[in-house]
Structures are given as structure tokens and as C-alpha cells.
């Protein structure tokens, strides 16, 4: 199901099999948390941009329209029209940092709606359920995702309770998928490695589920608080024990200098809002640093954001256009900018994939991870 085609230092240059097409690694998942992406970006538009995998949200589809309704419709595929792979998350995430009040117990979570306040229960089982009625490619499994810091007694007993959790999920997801009506059949599962910022509770849960032969391994609860370097610690210290021939996905992360740091140790897939939530006010990525595009200097700048960017923004229109656009806040303004992002995330991870297979990805690294973190000089 994934195989490494070539390796350059720790970064892996790998494929990924599914039933609805191979995913070229390392990835950047495209997030439409209620199957759109915000910005009004609709599939049609994903496929322009270069997006292989859109990530869609457990939690937000199961409170609307419902996931019944979505089976009812044939499905996420169906009904977004999209071919292409789907990774839906687990929901937990939502329901620790949306949710309203909520109780925890070895069965799973209550918490209320965050639209209307109605009492829901979500465990293991009902996430899995969930995400079989979505039908996505990939299901994650349901976790407790805690803030960090966290005290170290709290964070080994929440981690396992999520390997608990996990074996649930594994059964569930078996059951699911041998059942008549299931649309797909061939789901995968996702375990995700949890334990804050403590290295003996990571190394011990990571251990665990490598041991319990998934589709893939995720890296969870990073980039929630703790600091660039402590995540890259993390990473350092638990995917040495990952499995080697599965991918793993760094949940959540990142900047583009992140996800370059995170390819070099060894990360495979990755999603993150970032990049369209700050498209959605004005803060753009490009190949020589990140540029606010509210700011006066551009009113009567008629280059592209990007003079090398093909994506579709680039091509037609000029900065002192978008900028119009925001100061006017048209919602065009929004759209062009989270197309030229997510396109610039997309290219970003080709051009890393190229570096792996040309063995040049230290060289990549270098010339990049200062640059793209840095606002751009013109
Ligand atoms: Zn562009």
C-alpha cells in the first residue's frame, strides 16, 4: 500500500495506494473542514491547484448536515464531488477545543453542540460509525487531544485511555467495512500518537501502536502551544519508532519551514488551515517569504503576488487588483488569495518531492527554511 520509492537523508519520497488513487508523498492535505474550503473553493478548483487529498471534518459534518444524510447521498465523494482521496479526521480535536462542556469517560466524551448546545456522545465506536457513513479514504482514529503543557500524570493516563481507544477503533473499523451497505469497504485506518511533550510517554505509546499493524501513524497534539523546537524534539525522538514502511502524518503543522523540518526527519503527510486562513486576510505565501498584501506599497504594484506562481491568481491578476479587492472586502479578494496559497503548499511539497529524488533535499532545506519564514524584500 505505500512504498518508498527513494530516500535522502531521513526524507522518504513515497506512494501511497488507495482505492480512489495514488497520493505522491510527502503530501499537503487540503483542509475543507464542512467538504468546501473556505474561501469559497469548490473541487473543481482543488484539481486546478494540484491538491491530492482533501481533508474533511468528522466533527462539523456529523452536527451538519449529518452524516446519515451525507451516506443517504452516496457519500463525501459524491456528494463534494471529488475522486481523489479523502482523509477525515477523527472529530476529537473539535470536540476538545469547540465543544462546549464536556465529560470524559473510559466509554468515549459528552459534550454539547457548538451550533445549538444539544448533548452529543462520541466514542471510538460512534467516530468510526461517523466516518464510515462519510466514507472518506482515509478515517482517523479518535483520540483525546490534550493542550499543551499538560501535568505528566494527567497526560499517561489520557494516552492510555487513546490506546484503549485505538484497539476499538481498529475493531469497529474492521466490522464497518465487512458490512452490506458500507460505501467503502476498503477504509483505512489512522492511529495517532499522542503524549504531549514527554518523551517516555510518546516512545511508550508509539511502541505500542506501531504493534498493532495500521494503514498509517500520525503524530498528534503538536502545534498546539509547545515551541517549534520542542516539536522538532518530538519528532526526532518518536518516529525512530514508527514503522518504516508506513507513512506518517504530522497532524496540524505547519508553516512551509516547518513542513521542510518535518520532511527531514521523516513526516509523509501533512494538513494545516494556515495556509487558507491567512489567505483570508491577506497574509500570502510565496517562493521568496510571506507578504501582507493589505499594505500600501502594493496599491499600484502591477506584477502577480508571485512572477514564477502559474496557479490561476498569479495568471490573471496583479497585487494592486487583490489588494483593491480587500480593501473593498470583496469576498473575490478571499478566493484568489486562498487559491494562490494552497497552490503555493501544493507546489512547495512537488518541488520537495524533486529535491528527494534528485538527492538534493539538504541543499532545498537550506535555501529555504529562512526564506520562507522571512517577509519578502521587493
Ligand atoms: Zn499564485
Not at 486546478?48 to 446519515?68: A, F, M, W
Not at 458490512?179 to 511502541?207: A, C, P, S, V, Y
Not at 490573471?316 to 494562490?340: Q, S
Request: proline share 3%; with cysteine; aromatic share 8%.
Amino acid at each position: 500500500m505505500f512504498k518508498i520509492l527513494h530516500q535522502n537523508g531521513n526524507a522518504r519520497r513515497g506512494e501511497f495506494h488507495t482505492v480512489h488513487g495514488t497520493v505522491q508523498t510527502p503530501v499537503f492535505q487540503n483542509v475543507g473542514t464542512i467538504a468546501a474550503i473556505k474561501g469559497a473553493v469548490s473541487t473543481t478548483d482543488l484539481k486546478e491547484i494540484g491538491c491530492q487529498v482533501e481533508l474533511s471534518n468528522t466533527y462539523h459534518l456529523h452536527l451538519r448536515p449529518g452524516d446519515k444524510t451525507v451516506k443517504e447521498l452516496g457519500g463525501l465523494h459524491k456528494f463534494m464531488n471529488w475522486d481523489r482521496p479523502i482523509l477525515t479526521d477523527s472529530g476529537g480535536f473539535q470536540v476538545f477545543s469547540l465543544a462546549g462542556l464536556r465529560k470524559i469517560t473510559e466509554e468515549g466524551v459528552s459534550f454539547s453542540s457548538h451550533i445549538d448546545g444539544h448533548k452529543i456522545f462520541m466514542g471510538p465506536e460512534e467516530s468510526m460509525k461517523i466516518q464510515s457513513n462519510l466514507a472518506s479514504t482515509i478515517a482517523m482514529a479518535f483520540d483525546e487531544c490534550i493542550e499543551n503543557p499538560a501535568p505528566y500524570d494527567y497526560v499517561k493516563q489520557s494516552v492510555d485511555r487513546t490506546y484503549r481507544w485505538l484497539v476499538r477503533c481498529k475493531e469497529e473499523m474492521k466490522r464497518l467495512n465487512s458490512l452490506e451497505g458500507t460505501i467503502n469497504k476498503e477504509q483505512l485506518l489512522f492511529g495517532i500518537n499522542q503524549g504531549g511533550i514527554f518523551d517516555d510517554i510518546r516512545i511508550e505509546h508509539m511502541k505500542k501502536i506501531a504493534e498493532l499493524d495500521l494503514a498509517g501513524y500520525a503524530i498528534g497534539g503538536l502545534a498546539v502551544g509547545e515551541t517549534h523546537e520542542e516539536m522538532y524534539h518530538i519528532l526526532d525522538v518518536v518516529l525512530q519508532y514508527a514503522p518504516l514502511d508506513k507513512p506518517r502524518y504530522l497532524m496540524g503543522v505547519g508553516t512551509p519551514s516547518n513542513i521542510i523540518e518535518a520532511v527531514a526527519r521523516g513526516v509523509d503527510f501533512f494538513d494545516c488551515v494556515m495556509p487558507s486562513r491567512n489567505a483570508r486576510h491577506a497574509f500570502i505565501f510565496t517562493r521568496n517569504g510571506t507578504m501582507n498584501l493589505m499594505n500600501q506599497k502594493y496599491e499600484l504594484d502591477t506584477r502577480p503576488i508571485d512572477s514564477e506562481c502559474q496557479c490561476p491568481t498569479c495568471r490573471n491578476y496583479t497585487r494592486a487588483y487583490i489588494r483593491h479587492l480587500f480593501k473593498a472586502k470583496e469576498m473575490l479578494a478571499m478566493r484568489l488569495a486562498v487559491i494562490h496559497n494552497l497552490y503555493f503548499y501544493n507546489e512547495l511539497m512537488e518541488r520537495i518531492r524533486l529535491s528527494i529524488e534528485e538527492d538534493r533535499f539538504e541543499e532545498f532545506r537550506r535555501e529555504n527554511v529562512e526564506k520562507l519564514a522571512s517577509r519578502v524584500i521587493d
